[in-house]
C-alpha cells in the first residue's frame, strides 16, 4: 500500500502545480474531457482496461502545422516528460535499447516496464503504442499481456476555422499486482484513480500545444502517408531497436 499511497500524493501536488501554470496563461487550444462515465473495465480474468479521452478544438493552421509524423512521435514523448513533471521528478523514465522503464527515483523500483514503441500512420490518424513488459505493478501472471497506447484523430473543420482532435490514452489487458496482493477495490482506490487523474491532466495540458521533442527521431523525416501512401493507406513501424 505505501507505494500507491506515495504516487497519489505525489500525483495530486503535481495536478495542482499544473492547474496553476495553465490558470497563468491562455492555452492556444480548447480540450475537454469526453470520457466515459465508466472508463474502467475490469473482466472476469482481471484484466483492466482504461480509456481516457479528450477534445481538442485547434485552429486549422496549427492543426496543418503539428499533424506530422515526427509530432506523433513527440506527443509520446511529450506523455513521459508529463509524467515526470506531475510527479515532481520523483517518478523518471529510463531509456534503454529495446525497452523503457517507468521508476520511482531509480531503477531497483522499476514500476513498469514497456518494449520500445510502435507507430501507425494514417491520413487522418496516428497510434503509438507500448507493449507492457513487466514491472512491480504489473501481477506477475500478466507479465507481456497488456499495451499502453496513445491515439489521436482528425475531425471535422467548422466554418469558422475551427479545427477538433479527438485523443484517446488507452491501457488495455493489464493485471495489476496490487489487486493480486491485496484486491481489486483497493486497486480502483489507489493506482486506477491515480491514472485517471494524471491522464486528465495530461490531456487537458495538450491545450499549449507544447510538444517535447524526441529523444531519438526516428520519424522525423518520415513520409505522411497521404502524401505517399502504402497499398492500405498507412505507415506502420515496427518496434524500433532505439526509443522514441
Known sequence: MTTPLLLLALALSGLLAVVRRRRRRR????????????STVVARDGAVRSVQSAELTIDQADLERLWSPANLENLARTYWRFLSRVTLGL?????????RSVVLLARPLRLLRFEAPEYVLEPERGTVRWRIRDGLLVARAGRGCGFLAIDVKRGPVSGDGKATLQIEL????FYPAIAV???????????SSIHVLVTHAFLLSLANLDLAKSKVGRLATATPPAAAPSSNGKLETPAPRTPA
Open 181 to 191: 496482493g491485496f484486491s481489486m477495490p483497493v486497486y480502483e482506490a489507489t493506482q
Open 27 to 38: 492555452a492556444p487550444a480548447r480540450a475537454v474531457i469526453v470520457s466515459p462515465r465508466k
Open 91 to 99: 517518478i523518471r523514465v529510463v531509456y534503454g535499447e529495446h525497452e
Open 170 to 173: 488507452e491501457v488495455a489487458n
